[in-house]
């Protein structure tokens, strides 16, 4: 049996939360571009969950804005798809299923923009949410008269200039729009990006001013794994719990948190909120920002080189071994929470540290330390020197763990061989992809100089860090003497020192 609306009451629901038939009688009040596993287990799974206890009552209409892939198997399955979460959550293990209802209709930017400008219609429409990834908020001069324009700015554009048509530029006819890209600013930038595109475009200047006092675009914050479709035995398992074939499968971790900038306007027009904690409009998001980067980002990024180097696959499984299980929780809690460069209490950081290490300890999300040295450099950067920076104002020594995952660091980016563009290191006698854009800059500095010499090079590259890292005192030292701990005795033992 597949799952679609005629199978819902076929479906057992001890087993999985079915949807009531009435769901499917409500407004569409969300445009949604994008279709990808983010918006599905977390944006629609607070919709959805509103609108089962009542609150919100609209649905969604999904907007496929790429030409890859299709619609096939959301058509199929009238929209419908199964959320799994699992995780740990106050040290208990936690399993839900749930049949989303909250997609009404989806289409196509490429075959169906005629329809999807129709929609600029209807009254009930007040949400607009993207997830285009970070490079779709980009600016792209071009004619926004085409169908469809070929950027997310230019799409969306097309779509409030008809909306401005269409209502006289009626001042309630404007939209709260809310991007989830992974970038800082991400609806400051948009609606930067949508202003200029409309002066370039020529557009009447009542339109734009339009678009200046009557949209909202409010920056947010998204945080959630949400890994997809399950590997194959996995999938059958869970199909066969639940009775029922579903093509669009997602597994999501149970950690939920969508920070969105706006007032109480805009907590009214988003009343989705109201149902569950894991949503938070606040005026001022920067505080779930730094959390999430400085903590579980930074965390991530100073842990994934040792963790690589000592052979441990996942971050679930470092949580199992006692020597990266404390280096992790020490680093946390003695190093980057008290460095973070942001007024933030001591108990809510502590609340988020606790639910950061549930998070790291889930069996159920297969999350690789090697994805996560993808970029390693500008991570780096952005992320931990900060911390680094703002450690050095509260003390006058060098950070012990922060310095051993800085040479971590270091030796992860010793590249072995160069195919074409492609650089590799060597770890145990198999080579591994360095998949960042400093590689071939690594590639020379191991080549030519010695350990001293690369830890020296780098730390003083202000094209790198915009900051001479060796002037910051002790660290320099304490990074040479991990780099040839981690060389002679291995990453494991260093671990073991220093913890």
């Known amino acids: 049996m ?23 009688e409500l407004p569409e009040k969300v445009l949604q571009f994008g279709t990808g596993i983010l918006l599905r287990g977390l944006p629609d799974f607070f919709i959805d969950k509103a609108n089962r206890i009542g609150i919100f009552n609209g649905r969604i209409v999904m907007v496929k804005s790429t030409s890859k892939g299709d619609a096939t198997a959301f058509r199929k399955q009238d929209g419908l798809y199964t959320l799994c979460e699992r995780g740990i959550a106050d040290g208990e293990k936690i399993e ?4 989303n209802s909250s997609v009404s209709r989806i289409f196509v930017a490429q075959t169906d923009w005629k329809q999807i400008l129709e929609l600029a219609k209807n009254e009930d429409l007040k949400i607009i949410i993207s997830n285009t990834t970070e490079a779709g908020i980009r600016m792209l001069n071009e004619d926004v008269s085409h169908y469809p324009p070929a950027s997310f700015p230019g799409k969306l554009l097309a779509f409030l200039y008809e909306r401005f048509k269409v209502f006289n530029g009626n001042e309630e006819s404007g939209f709260v729009i809310i991007p989830t890209e992974l970038i800082s600013d991400n609806a400051k930038k948009l609606e930067a990006i949508v202003l200029e595109l409309a002066h370039l475009n020529s557009l009447e200047p009542e ?21 997809g479709m399950p590997d194959e035995d996995t999938r059958a398992d869970i199909e066969n719990e639940l009775g029922y074939k579903d093509e669009l499968l997602t597994v999501s971790e149970v950690y939920r948190l969508w920070a969105i ?22 005026n001022d998001i920067e505080l779930q920002r730094e959390l999430k980067l400085r903590l579980l980002n930074g965390t991530h990024t100073l842990t994934c080189g040792i963790a690589f180097l000592a052979n441990i696959d996942t971050v679930q499984q470092a949580m199992e071994n006692k020597f990266s299980e404390k280096f992790i929780k020490n680093l946390m809690r003695n190093e980057l929470a008290p460095s973070i460069p942001y007024k933030i209490t001591a108990d809510i950081k502590d609340v988020f540290i606790s639910k950061t290490l549930d998070r790291f300890r889930n069996p159920h999300i297969n999350h690789k330390w090697k994805s996560i040295t993808f970029n390693y450099t500008s991570k780096i950067k952005s992320r931990c020197i900060p911390l680094l920076l703002q450690f050095y104002k509260n003390n006058q020594h060098a950070p012990r763990l922060f310095s051993l995952g800085f040479a971590a660091y270091l030796y992860f980016m010793k590249p072995e061989i160069q195919d074409g ?3 590799y290191g060597k770890m145990n006698g198999e080579t ?23 830890v ?19 660290f320099q030292n304490e990074v040479t003497e991990d780099l040839k701990g ?3 005795k291995g990453m494991m033992k260093m671990l073991d020192v220093r913890n």
């Open 432 to 454: 591994y992809l360095i998949e960042d854009e400093s590689a071939e800059r690594f590639f020379e500095i191991w080549k030519n100089d010695s350990t001293d010499e690369v």
């Open 96 to 99: 839900n299923n749930t049949i």
């Open 207 to 227: 339109f734009i001013e339009w678009i200046e006092k009557c949209n909202f675009f409010c920056n947010s914050l998204v945080d959630r794994i949400v890994t």
């Open 456 to 474: 020296e090079n780098v730390l003083q590259s202000t094209s790198l860090w915009d900051y001479d890292l060796s002037a910051l005192p002790g």
């Open 486 to 488: 981690i060389m002679e």
């Open 421 to 423: 563009k492609a650089f």
């Open 2 to 24: 597949n799952l679609s609306r005629f199978n819902l009451e076929k479906i057992v629901p001890e087993k999985v939360t079915v949807p009531n038939l009435e769901i499917f």
């Open 261 to 282: 900038e706006g007032d109480d306007k805009i907590r009214q027009i988003c009343s989705f909120a109201a149902a569950d904690d894991g949503v938070v409009i606040e």
